[in-house]
């Protein structure tokens, strides 16, 4: 059974900084594509940064040049780095990855969340 576990969520004030971190574990053959999404009430979940397996990043508008998403393919986890943060960051925030569990199956996984909220 894969789980991802993420940490990090806080209140902090505009313009601080918070580090998410995301943790997979289980029977993983290899992780593919990882990302992070938010999600607002009543909202959809939706993209925040995503990182390939060679490291290559994508972001959305609202964020680059303020976030940055990192991974460690060995130690299986995935961050991100939330810099001058505004109150509109606020929301829950989700780990993604996909994940190879057999030789011929790949499966996407979620994490529970982590509540980041800034404050003016």
């Known amino acids: 059974q894969v789980q991802l576990v993420e940490s990090g969520g806080d209140w902090v004030q505009a313009g601080g900084s918070l580090r998410l971190s995301c943790a997979a574990s289980g029977i993983i053959f290899s992780i593919n594509d990882m990302a992070w999404y938010h999600q607002a009430p009543g909202k959809q979940r939706e993209l925040v940064a995503a990182?390939?397996?060679?490291?290559?990043?994508n972001y959305a508008d609202s964020v680059k040049g303020r976030f940055t998403i990192s991974r460690d393919n060995r130690k299986k986890m995935v961050y991100l780095q939330m810099n001058s943060l505004k109150p509109e960051d606020t929301d829950v925030y989700y780990c993604y990855a996909n994940i190879r569990t057999r030789l011929d199956s790949r499966e996407d996984f979620w994490g529970q969340g982590t509540q980041v909220t800034v404050s003016s």
């Open positions: 990182i390939t397996r060679n490291s290559s990043t």
